[in-house]
């Protein structure tokens, strides 16, 4: 077996290792309660080069500029992973120099634990007085079962589904908005109101992202189980009802087949106006420029399942790390102590996008600042995150294969039994694959 299966399935096993130091609370591991003091963070002569990796979109020119004014000795290059020749293996192989990285909490193992970049930042994160019970805990949960106990990273800024609607549509057939709080089965009455034909023209109530819905679904569901590495999706009964609720209504599945439509495509109709809601990110109502400026919209929460009120989808965020080959550790852990400050998320919060911390002094400025003011900022973080999901490094492939039969299953290609059998089957062999590297 290769040593990147080794590192592959000891992601998947680091569960059992993981729930002894987190069973006890927040407060019981290293790091999570500031240290006494005050301590004098190190002083980093410069000057000092620091590359940093991310596909990261906001890392772009004016942010570099950003943070070269806040640390002048520093001379920030970034290499966006996004582009052809940047993966992790490619920068390695050709012996470019990584200092800082930074990736959605997502596919962080993917990456950089795989190619055994990672390294304990404990130390750091005391000398730096950062406390990693202010942060989302689902985040700082899972980066701890990625770290063996340790932290290999810290979360950033974060994203989340939430409903977003279009007032004119609710509008033309005399249907009320939605609010906050709402079950599925209540959204689902909403849409299967607007769902309809007028004229030559065909309305439906609801789109979704499937990916997204699967990736980061409200039950904190994994593909993989990481106790044993097999497939979820035909043995949880939990996923029967994620399917049946949110891809399993006939006036939904009915209109999308009439149109030769998956959900999905759907988001692309929410924005020529002939989708009522569409569940997405909530960072894309704070994107300038983007299509939701032409409409008359507005958001809500994401709605719940029974049993698990108040549960909105886990919080994605950028985990930033300090790579075992970082050439100057401390003047990385500068950057990510200042992307982490109450400066700088307090800041982003405001504007209405999602950050990690989670203290009473960020959230109670949520969305102050954010425009246009007259929206629902209260939707993004009205709910408890979901728990954050096990990730295998290899889970994208499982992935494209559960969208492929949720599409077949909404198409009416297949019926559940036979979608969750295929999805099983599909996930086994890409397992089996890794196995064999």
Known sequence: MSNKWKTSLCVLSLLTAAACGSKEGAGTNAGDNAPAGNPAKPETKGPVELVVVTPDADFN???????????PNYTIRHINQSTKGNSIPELLTNGTPIDLYGKSAGGFAEEYIANRLQYDMTDLIKTYNINPADYEKGLVDYVRKLSDGKMYALPGNGNNLVVFYNKTVFDRFGVPYPKNGMTWQEMMELAKKLTRVEGDKSYIGLSVHTQLLLNWNQM????????NGSPTMNKDERWRTFFQTIFGEPVLTQAYQAAGQTFTQGNNAFYAGTVGMM??????????????????????????????????????????????????????????????????????????????????????????????????WSAIIHDKF??????????????????KYANEYVAGKADLNSALRMMEEEALKVIQQEKAK
Do not use: C, H
């Open 279 to 376: 569940i997405f990110n909530s960072n894309t109502a704070t994107l300038a420029g983007s299509n939701l400026e032409k409409m008359d919209w507005d958001m809500v929460s994401m709605p719940s399942f029974p049993g698990l009120a108040g549960v909105g989808t886990p919080m994605n965020a950028t985990l930033w790390a300090v790579p075992a080959i970082s050439r100057n550790k401390e003047a990385a852990m500068d950057v990510i102590a200042y992307l982490l400050s109450d400066e700088y998320m307090g800041e982003v919060s405001r504007r209405g996008k999602l950050v990690s911390k989670q203290t009473d002094a960020i959230l109670k400025n949520f969305g102050s600042e954010a425009t246009p003011k007259d929206k629902n």
């Open 386 to 403: 979901a728990p954050f999901p096990e990730k295998a490094p290899f889970e994208p492939k499982i992935l494209t294969i559960n969208e």
């Open 61 to 71: 020119e004016a942010f570099i500029e950003r943070l070269g004014k806040k640390f």
């Open 220 to 227: 904190g569901l994994p593909f993989v189980d990481p106790k």
